[in-house]
């Protein structure tokens, strides 16, 4: 069965980073385009980063740009997403989701997802 777990979120001050996992089972992970998506409380889901089964990665958030960065360790068959510079307006939920192959933004075409892992920033 195919499964995603993210892990890593929590409470950090502003100008703090953290560092999501999204740890896949059931299939192999570079096959695959991850992306991060967020949801803030009252507002849509939006689309952060991706990274495609190729290694290529794809900007959804402007604001995230120069903060945020993707990565994958396909030994561990996990993704991450490395955040820093942490400012209020990045808290949110934050999912990963798995789809074959490219990266694309709208969450709808991504039939795998994971729970989801809080990230609050505040001090």
């Known amino acids: 069965q195919l499964q995603l777990v993210e892990s890593g979120g929590g409470l950090v001050q502003p100008g703090g980073s953290l560092r999501l996992s999204c740890a896949a089972s059931?299939?192999?992970?570079?096959?695959?385009?991850i992306g991060w998506f967020r949801q803030a409380p009252g507002k849509e889901r939006e689309g952060v980063l991706c990274i495609s089964n190729s290694g290529g990665t794809t900007l959804y958030a402007d604001s995230v740009k120069g903060r945020f960065t993707i990565s994958r360790d396909n030994a561990k068959n996990t993704v991450y997403l490395q955040m820093n510079s942490l400012s209020p307006e990045d808290t949110a939920v934050y999912y990963c989701?798995?789809?074959?192959?490219?990266?694309?933004?709208?969450?709808?075409?991504?039939?795998?997802w994971g729970q989801g892992t809080q990230v609050t920033v505040s001090s």
């Open positions: 989701a798995a789809r074959t192959s490219s990266c694309y933004s709208r969450g709808s075409w991504y039939p795998h």
């Open positions: 059931g299939f192999t992970l570079e096959y695959y385009a």
